[in-house]
T-cell receptor, first 110, second 110 residues
Framework: QKEVEQNSGPLSVPEGAIASLNCTYS??????FFWYRQYSGKSPELIMF????GDKEDGRFTAQLNKASQYVSLLIRDSQPSDSATYLC??????????FGTGTRLLVSP | DADVTQTPRNRITKTGKRIMLECSQT?????MYWYRQDPGLGLRLIYY???????NKGEISDGYSVSRQAQAKFSLSLESAIPNQTALYFC?????????FGQGTRLTVV
């Protein structure tokens, strides 16, 4: 079982819509959860992190964490074409490794 | 100057050759990681190190070795390169919720 699972997509949304990206994980000892954005050929960049159950909002981004269901999500409101990228879910496992999912490719059409 | 520097940025090598990818950081972080990225497979952990004397295998360590020469330097070696090691390689450091990535090394094994 993979430590972090994501749907590879692509997820296509029109400009202005809400994009919803999801991630599940297997290690219940995981404490820290992250969303990275990666443009093709570039390094990942951190956009959100969350430690506690519930929602965390930062501008157009909202991260949601449900530890009981082992589920993390990222909502992007008012999606823009510049949001088109691959979004990587990551976490620090109970053994303190930083591991990533396969990423979900998001396409925002004008 | 970049906080995490990878050298070389691009490399083409022949099957069977030994190659070393180097990573250096100016962040003063203890934790360092090597990942490889293939299309559709996200970032897969090769090796990670929590300090100079603590080196651990990740999910895909076969065919790779590492050396943590100092807190600031973490090198990845391919002892005998093979074509399916063609990939984009990233080095990263982390502290707390923040991970810092190098620019990546694009390695092609022919």
């Amino acid at each position: 079982q993979k430590e972090v699972e994501q749907n590879s997509g692509p997820l296509s949304v029109p400009e202005g819509a809400i994009a919803s990206l999801n991630c599940t994980y297997s290690d219940r000892g995981s404490q820290s959860f992250f969303w990275y954005r990666q443009y093709s050929g570039k390094s990942p960049e951190l956009i959100m992190f969350i430690y506690s159950n519930g929602d965390k909002e930062d501008g157009r981004f909202t991260a949601q964490l449900n530890k009981a269901s082992q589920y993390v999500s990222l909502l992007i409101r008012d999606s823009q074409p510049s949001d088109s990228a691959t979004y990587l879910c990551a976490l620090i496992t109970g053994f303190q490794k930083l591991v990533f999912g396969t990423g979900t490719r998001l396409l925002v059409s004008p | 100057d970049a906080d995490v520097t990878q050298t070389p940025r691009n490399r083409i090598t022949k099957t069977g050759k030994r190659i070393m990818l180097e990573c250096s950081q100016t962040k003063g972080h203890d934790r360092m990681y090597w990942y490889r990225q293939d299309p559709g497979l996200g970032l897969r952990l090769i090796y990670y190190s929590f300090d100079v004397k603590d080196i651990n295998k990740g999910e895909i360590s076969d065919g790779y070795s590492v050396s943590r020469q100092a807190q600031a330097k973490f090198s990845l070696s391919l002892e005998s390169a093979i074509p399916n090691q063609t990939a984009l390689y990233f080095c990263a450091t982390s502290v707390g919720e923040k991970a810092f990535f190098g620019q990546g090394t694009r390695l092609t094994v022919v």
